[in-house]
């Protein structure tokens, strides 16, 4: 999200630095929230590099709606889900280690406690481990099941690990037919999703030159230099063939 530029004795920028955003530390004005004051690289638990903003290009296209001026790559957005649904899944685990709700109760009428340990024994042996599960059970004795349906309302926190396309097509903007889910797709409507794609980038492109032009071009060259960029040679994104 940062590229540093670094100078000669002139300084003119002869090359980049490319910073990692996580170690980035976007210090704010006083006056004016909204505008930074500088940038700050955590390179390790005791070096931090402090430079001025007109020595840094910002990309900030890529939002974090949690902190505007700190860039948020897609593939960001896509890990705050995963850790969501991670963090559900340890939720989950620690609430059926430590439930004592049992699964049902059986009631063996006027058994004592020698034939209600050898009943339980019988389950044990005929339906403990992965090939013995979902037997049919059958018993001779007074034997009533109680059934006991778990009562958790957090249960719906799983919900959220049950990913499907079109989620993770919304992350990156892309319509779900072009990763795979062809309940839909047809040719007609293929070739409107690959437009619709390709706009996708042409957004993201014009915003990085506009931010190159803002932040390098128009800065260290002078306001009649701008970055362009074309796409005529990109099928889908012509009116008209011919």
Same mark, same amino acid.
């Given at each position: 999200?940062?590229?540093?530029?670094?100078?000669?004795?002139?300084?003119?920028?002869?090359?980049?630095?490319?910073?990692?955003?996580?170690?980035?530390?976007?210090?704010?004005?006083? $006056?004016?929230?909204?505008?930074? =004051?500088?940038?700050?690289?955590?390179?390790?638990?005791?070096?931090?590099?402090?430079?001025?903003?007109?020595?840094?290009?910002?990309?900030?296209?890529?939002?974090?709606?949690? $902190?505007?001026?700190?860039?948020?790559?897609?593939?960001?957005?896509?890990?705050?889900?995963?850790?969501?649904?991670?963090?559900?899944?340890?939720?989950?685990?620690?609430?059926?280690?430590?439930?004592?709700?049992?699964?049902?109760?059986?009631?063996?009428?006027?058994?004592?406690?020698?034939?209600?340990?050898?009943?339980?024994?019988?389950?044990?042996?005929?339906?403990?481990?992965?090939?013995?599960?979902?037997?049919?059970?059958?018993?001779?004795?007074?034997?009533?099941?109680?059934?006991?349906?778990?009562?958790?309302?957090?249960?719906?926190?799983?919900? =959220?690990?049950?990913?499907?396309?079109?989620?993770?097509?919304?992350?990156?903007?892309?319509?779900?037919?072009?990763?795979?889910?062809?309940?839909?797709?047809? $040719?007609?409507?293929? $070739?409107?999703?690959?437009?619709?794609?390709?706009?996708?980038?042409?957004?993201?492109?014009?915003?990085?030159?506009?931010?190159?032009?803002?932040?390098?071009?128009?800065?260290?060259?002078?306001?009649?230099?701008?970055?362009?960029?074309?796409?005529?040679?990109?099928?889908?994104?012509?009116?008209?063939?011919?």
């Amino acid at each position: 999200a940062c590229w540093v530029k670094r100078r000669n004795r002139l300084r003119v920028p002869v090359e980049f630095e490319i910073w990692n955003p996580e170690r980035v530390e976007v210090v704010r004005r006083k $006056d004016r929230t909204w505008a930074v =004051q500088a940038y700050k690289n955590h390179k390790d638990w005791t070096t931090i590099e402090t430079v001025q903003p007109e020595d840094v290009i910002h990309f900030r296209h890529f939002l974090d709606p949690r $902190d505007m001026l700190r860039g948020l790559s897609p593939i960001g957005a896509v890990r705050v889900q995963v850790d969501t649904g991670y963090e559900a899944l340890r939720f989950n685990q620690r609430f059926f280690d430590n439930d004592a709700m049992p699964s049902a109760i059986l009631s063996a009428g006027e058994a004592g406690k020698g034939e209600v340990e050898r009943i339980r024994q019988d389950f044990e042996r005929e339906f403990k481990g992965t090939d013995n599960k979902h037997r049919v059970f059958i018993t001779e004795g007074d034997l009533s099941l109680t059934a006991m349906p778990i009562t958790h309302k957090d249960m719906e926190f799983l919900e =959220q690990m049950n990913w499907n396309r079109a989620e993770v097509a919304a992350v990156f903007e892309m319509n779900p037919v072009l990763i795979g889910d062809n309940s839909v797709a047809t $040719d007609n409507n293929l $070739d409107a999703y690959m437009t619709d794609l390709w706009q996708v980038v042409v957004d993201d492109m014009e915003n990085v030159a506009a931010e190159l032009n803002e932040f390098f071009i128009h800065p260290d060259f002078g306001p009649e230099f701008d970055l362009t960029v074309s796409f005529d040679d990109i099928k889908h994104l012509q009116a008209d063939e011919l």
